[in-house]
């Protein structure tokens, strides 16, 4: 094992315990309803129950973590691209500007790109 899959795995086994305490905790509460036995079933259960709890949570974390990684380094944000003067666009057809952005307005009788304007109501 690496240093950061020793260092992960040892996160993912304190989450584990972390929440298999959680549910100890909260199993032995809801067993006191039937006395001492069943402050111990419920403290056993609740922390089995608590512990795959957390080793599922930790899991997902590191799903989406992994997903974020992917994402980051496709639209170039880890890449160091992000923003880049050079990317590739296609050429211009004519050279001039749009409509829109100039500041143009649309001819007569056509709707404007952005859509209609709402008049509020009276």
């Not at 403290?43 to 599922?56: D, T």
């Not at 649309?106 to 790109?113: R, V």
Request: aromatic share 2%; no cysteine.
């Amino acid at each position: 094992m690496t240093k950061r899959e020793n260092r992960e795995h040892k996160e993912h086994l304190e989450h584990q315990a972390e929440g298999g305490t959680a549910g100890a905790l909260a199993g032995a509460l809801i067993g006191a309803v039937a006395g001492p036995p069943g402050v111990v079933v419920g403290a056993v259960v609740g922390a089995a129950i608590g512990a795959l709890a957390g080793g599922a949570i930790d899991s997902g974390k590191t799903a989406d973590a992994a997903e974020d990684v992917k994402l980051d380094a496709e639209i170039g944000v880890s890449g160091g691209e992000l923003g880049a003067p050079n990317l590739e666009h296609p050429p211009t057809k004519i050279g001039a500007f749009s409509g829109g952005s100039s500041g143009a307005s649309a001819a007569e009788g056509e709707e404007p790109a952005e859509g209609p304007f709402l008049v509020p109501p009276d």
